[in-house]
Each structure stands twice: as C-alpha cells, then as structure tokens.
C-alpha cells in the first residue's frame, strides 16, 4: 500500500485495500459477522474524515476527526478477530493493521494540532 499524504486518497485506498482482503476470505458464518463489522468501519473512516473536510466549525471539525479516530481502531480491532479467524492472511492483515494504526496516529496528530 502505497502512502499518500492526501488524506482523502489515503483512507479511500484503506477502505479500498480491506474489501479487497474480504473478497480473499472464505465466506462461513464467523467471517461474514466479522466482513460486515469491518467493511462498514473501514468506510466510515473517509466518509468521516470528509465529513469534516465540510466542517461548520473548528469544534466541528475536531468532533469528525474524533469520530475518524474511533473508526481507525475499530478497523483495528476487527482486523485483529479477522486474523484470528483466517491464519493463513495473517501477513497481508498484518500490513493493513498498520496502516489502520498508521491513520489513526495522524488523525490524532491533527486533533492535537488543531486545538
């Protein structure tokens, strides 16, 4: 994965990068749980962030990056049970982990910076 530093791209090609480990991931009932937790928190991590690109306010916009933030570890905590449940992807998860954790760092960068 490829690191951009607009931020727009960036989390379109996170969100982008774990449908594309879900298609990779057999379909049983455990996975499927886990694939529509995750697909949904992956997504809300740049329909937030642009969200708070459209900011009304400073206090607006921290609110959405707040919001940006969680989402990042949610994407964080249902890749963990994902890897978990498919051992054998466990280094293409591992590397998407990172990036989860990665733009969780930089959203938390740019709350702090914004204050």
């Known amino acids: 994965m490829s690191k951009s530093y607009d931020l727009e791209t960036r989390t ?6 774990i449908i594309n480990l ?6 049983d009932a ?9 697909v949904a928190a992956s997504g809300s991590v740049g329909a937030n962030y642009r969200e708070g690109n459209e ?8 609110y959405r ?5 969680k989402e990042c570890e949610e994407n964080t905590y249902w890749l963990e049970l994902i890897k978990e449940a498919n051992l054998k992807l466990s ?3 591992n ?18 910076k914004t204050k």
Do not use: M, P, V, Y
């Open 12 to 17: 379109l090609e996170f969100a982008k990068e």
């Open 22 to 27: 879900c298609k990779k991931i057999k379909q």
């Open 30 to 38: 455990i996975n499927c749980k886990l694939i529509n937790q995750l």
């Open 55 to 62: 900011k009304l306010s400073k206090k607006d916009f921290i």
């Open 65 to 69: 990056l707040k919001i940006t933030r």
């Open 91 to 93: 280094e293409e998860i």
């Open 95 to 112: 590397i998407i982990i990172k990036e989860s954790k990665e733009l969780r760092n930089i959203f938390t960068s740019i709350i702090e």
